[in-house]
């Protein structure tokens, strides 16, 4: 197994957040970043994602490459697709049961779920091409609309390095000043995250991990790209704490570009975003000096990020129809928080005891389950 | 009513709009009439006007046996009926068991994109359901008002529904206290539905709103939602100074 990285540690950082996150009214939120930042753990995890990505392909030889690294990208764009599918009809089914057990049929209504039950012929085409989400679990089709168009980073950035960012970068401008995103059906709207504009975190994070172009001038200014993050950040935790949000009336066209957006992801909360990284990356030495129970367990997480994402959003659901069914008890959010993120840390430990069996098996005899090697 | 009526290029002599029988119920139980002085301006001046109708399942129109049933598409015709010579567009944004702050965050996307000239919202139900707490409620709730207003946006608040077995859910009763202290104290129109709809199922008990869940609303639910919205829309066009909402 890897050893506990940065990489990981922040990963494993942001699927607890985000579990935490997703229980509404959880009397534990309050200790979450987002209470005093304008971006949250999702940009952080696409950001990281950008840089796993680039990872990936620095890993894969170079030599006749072309070929096996889209298969191994489009591989991985179905583990999410199929982790997609999977948890939104387990999400569907504790649903479901919650509804029969607590006699308790609204709960069919939640996130968005009953066009499932409701209009069950275009719910299932919509849940399948992902223009159905449910509440909640619509950050993994915003990452399988990345890892499909992943492929075309790296054969763009191999081709004309210095190209892969102003198109990138022009792509998220067209959108914001357009408005454009994806459709959503059977439910009338758009995408909660618009893959057009939230391209760019990823990008970026790709480009950042590595040593050359935008990642070496990163690497190379690091003092003064700090100083300037500074500002970026304390102004976020300000607007934040104020809980500002720009007034569109009096912005100039296209407003996007200056309201704190989510769905577009708004210029403002991708640098922030950005200088959140510069600002903190790095400190994970230092904390796992002082800390390295926490690290190593969040890196565990981290490590697994795609198998702790969907138990965390299961967690989550279940979290809520715990509150529903309790009354939502400071006892009870601290059951959720406390059994849930020692359920993550268990789901991580089972996959990577998967991969060190699998490690240790003799060459070309794969162990009884080959799907675990994403 | 004690309304102040503004000369403009509109007729402003909009009549109170009618309640077909079984959705009829007094004014007191629909709303407190409230000014909604951007929406007035913007129907003196355009023949074309945008209704973001934004929420949860009530919203999307659940339990109704056709989109054409919800409750933004049966107002959008009774509006056009009753402001004759307006094209009216009501936009239907519902997300069905959606809580306050994420359906915040989608109505400041769509201001931005596509500044709407008055958003109803419909919330509290799934708020209650899934125990956010009343002040966190509150606070959310208040922050988009004002924002709203910050952007010279109208807005009128839709109500939670009556359901018998909620009616006795403490978190239900919570949810719907701040509901009408928020309306009462930001001054903002508030379509009482709880009222309406237990005003209807006591004075006719022979009458369904409700889907078979007992949760959602039924055609004819949707029906009378549509009158009630429309009917204290109508009412507050011209409203100058809103009166205090009766408690």
Same mark, same amino acid.
């Given at each position: 197994?890897?050893?506990?990285?940065? !990489?990981?540690?922040?990963?494993?950082?942001?699927?607890?957040?985000?579990?935490?996150?997703?229980?509404?009214?959880?009397?534990?939120?309050?200790?979450?970043?987002?209470?005093?930042?304008?971006?949250?753990?999702?940009?952080?995890? &696409?950001?990281?994602? /950008?840089?796993?990505?680039?990872?990936?392909?620095?890993?894969?030889?170079?030599?006749? =490459?072309?070929?096996?690294?889209?298969?191994?990208?489009?591989?991985? %764009?179905?583990?999410?697709?199929?982790?997609?599918?999977?948890?939104?009809?387990?999400? !569907? %089914?504790?649903?479901?049961?919650?509804?029969?057990?607590?006699?308790?049929?609204?709960?069919?209504?939640?996130?968005?779920?009953?066009?499932?039950?409701?209009? @069950?012929?275009?719910?299932?085409?919509?849940?399948?091409?992902?223009?159905? $989400?449910?509440?909640?679990?619509?950050?993994?089709?915003?990452?399988?609309?990345?890892? *499909?168009?992943?492929? *075309?980073?790296?054969?763009?950035?191999? #081709?004309?390095?210095?190209?892969?960012?102003?198109?990138?970068?022009?792509?998220?401008?067209?959108? *914001?000043?357009? /408005?454009?995103?994806?459709?959503?059906?059977?439910?009338?709207?758009?995408?909660?995250?618009?893959?057009?504009?939230?391209?760019?975190?990823?990008?970026?994070?790709?480009?950042?991990?590595?040593?050359?172009?935008?990642?070496?001038?990163?690497?190379?200014?690091?003092?003064?790209?700090?100083?300037?993050?500074?500002?970026?950040?304390?102004?976020?935790?300000? #607007?934040?704490?104020?809980?500002?949000? @720009?007034?569109?009336?009096?912005?100039?066209?296209?407003?996007?570009?200056?309201?704190?957006?989510?769905?577009?992801?708004?210029?403002?909360?991708?640098?922030?975003?950005?200088?959140?990284?510069?600002?903190?990356?790095?400190?994970?030495?230092?904390?796992?000096?002082?800390?390295?129970?926490?690290?190593?367990?969040?890196?565990?997480?981290?490590?697994?990020?795609?198998?702790?994402?969907?138990?965390?959003?299961?967690?989550?659901? !279940?979290? $809520?129809?715990?509150?529903?069914?309790?009354?939502?008890?400071?006892?009870?959010?601290?059951?959720?928080?406390?059994?849930?993120?020692?359920?993550?840390?268990?789901?991580?430990?089972?996959?990577?005891?998967?991969?060190?069996?699998?490690?240790?098996?003799?060459?070309?005899? @794969? +162990?009884?389950?080959?799907? %675990?090697?994403? | 009513?004690?309304?102040?009526?503004?000369?403009?290029?509109?007729?402003?002599?909009?009549?109170?709009?009618?309640?077909?029988?079984?959705? #009829?119920?007094?004014?007191?139980?629909?709303?407190?009439?409230?000014?909604?002085?951007?929406?007035?301006?913007?129907?003196?001046?355009?023949?074309?006007?945008?209704?973001?109708? !934004?929420?949860?399942?009530?919203?999307?129109?659940?339990?109704?046996?056709?989109?054409?049933?919800?409750?933004?598409?049966?107002?959008?015709?009774?509006?056009?009926?009753?402001?004759?010579?307006?094209?009216?567009?009501?936009?239907?944004?519902?997300?069905?068991?959606?809580?306050?702050?994420?359906?915040?965050?989608?109505?400041?996307?769509?201001?931005?994109?596509?500044?709407?000239?008055? &958003?109803?919202?419909?919330?509290?139900?799934?708020?209650?359901?899934?125990?956010?707490?009343?002040?966190?409620?509150?606070?959310?709730?208040?922050?988009?008002?004002?924002?709203?207003?910050?952007?010279?946006?109208?807005?009128?608040?839709?109500?939670?529904?009556?359901?018998?077995?909620?009616?006795?859910? +403490?978190?239900?009763?919570?949810?719907? =206290?701040?509901?009408?202290?928020?309306?009462?104290?930001?001054?903002?129109?508030?379509?009482?539905?709880?009222?309406?709809?237990?005003?209807? %199922? $006591?004075?006719?008990?022979?009458?369904?709103?409700?889907?078979?869940?007992?949760?959602?609303?039924?055609?004819?639910?949707?029906?009378?939602?549509?009158?009630?919205? =429309?009917?204290?829309?109508?009412?507050?066009?011209?409203?100058?100074?809103?009166? +205090?909402?009766?408690?």
């Amino acid at each position: 197994m890897r050893e506990p990285n940065e !990489i990981d540690f922040w990963r494993g950082f942001a699927l607890v957040t985000i579990f935490v996150n997703h229980v509404p009214g959880l009397y534990f939120e309050r200790f979450t970043y987002r209470n005093a930042s304008l971006s949250d753990a999702a940009e952080l995890f &696409v950001l990281l994602a /950008g840089w796993a990505l680039r990872k990936l392909v620095d890993s894969t030889p170079k030599e006749g =490459a072309a070929a096996g690294l889209v298969f191994r990208l489009a591989g991985r %764009a179905l583990d999410v697709y199929v982790a997609q599918l999977v948890i939104t009809e387990i999400a !569907i %089914a504790i649903l479901a049961a919650s509804s029969i057990l607590l006699d308790a049929p609204f709960l069919l209504d939640w996130h968005n779920a009953s066009a499932v039950f409701h209009d @069950p012929v275009r719910a299932h085409i919509g849940t399948v091409v992902l223009t159905h $989400q449910l509440g909640y679990f619509n950050i993994l089709p915003l990452y399988v609309v990345l890892m *499909l168009g992943a492929p *075309l980073i790296p054969s763009i950035h191999r #081709a004309a390095p210095s190209a892969l960012l102003p198109a990138s970068l022009a792509i998220y401008a067209a959108t *914001l000043v357009l /408005g454009v995103n994806l459709p959503t059906w059977p439910i009338e709207g758009t995408w909660f995250f618009n893959p057009l504009a939230w391209q760019a975190v990823f990008v970026l994070g790709y480009l950042a991990a590595g040593t050359d172009g935008f990642g070496g001038f990163v690497r190379r200014h690091r003092t003064s790209l700090r100083w300037l993050a500074l500002p970026v950040v304390a102004l976020g935790a300000l #607007a934040a704490l104020a809980r500002y949000s @720009p007034d569109p009336i009096d912005l100039p066209e296209p407003t996007l570009f200056f309201m704190f957006d989510k769905t577009f992801l708004s210029p403002a909360r991708l640098l922030h975003a950005l200088a959140l990284a510069v600002l903190l990356g790095g400190a994970f030495a230092t904390i796992r000096r002082f800390l390295p129970p926490l690290t190593d367990y969040l890196a565990l997480l981290g490590r697994n990020s795609l198998q702790v994402f969907c138990a965390a959003s299961l967690l989550s659901l !279940i979290g $809520q129809i715990l509150r529903f069914a309790s009354g939502g008890t400071f006892a009870i959010d601290a059951v959720i928080v406390s059994v849930g993120v020692s359920i993550l840390g268990a789901v991580a430990w089972a996959s990577d005891s998967r991969e060190r069996l699998r490690r240790a098996s003799p060459k070309g005899q @794969p +162990p009884s389950s080959p799907a %675990a090697s994403s | 009513m004690t309304s102040t009526v503004c000369a403009g290029t509109f007729e402003p002599h909009v009549p109170a709009l009618p309640l077909s029988p079984p959705c #009829a119920a007094p004014d007191r139980d629909i709303a407190a009439p409230a000014a909604l002085p951007n929406f007035t301006a913007a129907l003196e001046k355009r023949k074309a006007l945008r209704i973001l109708a !934004i929420g949860s399942s009530s919203t999307a129109g659940l339990g109704a046996t056709s989109n054409g049933k919800s409750y933004p598409s049966r107002l959008e015709s009774i509006l056009e009926r009753a402001l004759k010579g307006i094209d009216i567009e009501v936009v239907n944004r519902g997300v069905s068991g959606e809580v306050a702050e994420i359906t915040a965050e989608r109505i400041r996307s769509e201001v931005a994109i596509d500044k709407p000239d008055l &958003v109803l919202w419909q919330l509290g139900t799934n708020d209650a359901l899934i125990r956010v707490p009343p002040d966190e409620f509150e606070t959310e709730v208040r922050d988009l008002l004002r924002w709203l207003r910050d952007n010279k946006i109208d807005v009128v608040l839709v109500g939670m529904q009556y359901t018998t077995r909620l009616a006795r859910d +403490p978190s239900y009763a919570e949810i719907r =206290a701040r509901l009408q202290r928020i309306a009462t104290e930001e001054k903002v129109l508030y379509v009482r539905r709880y009222d309406a709809m237990r005003f209807i %199922a $006591q004075a006719h008990a022979e009458l369904r709103l409700m889907a078979r869940d007992e949760f959602h609303l039924n055609d004819l639910g949707y029906q009378c939602m549509a009158e009630h919205v =429309a009917h204290a829309l109508v009412a507050s066009l011209y409203v100058k100074t809103p009166r +205090p909402a009766a408690e």
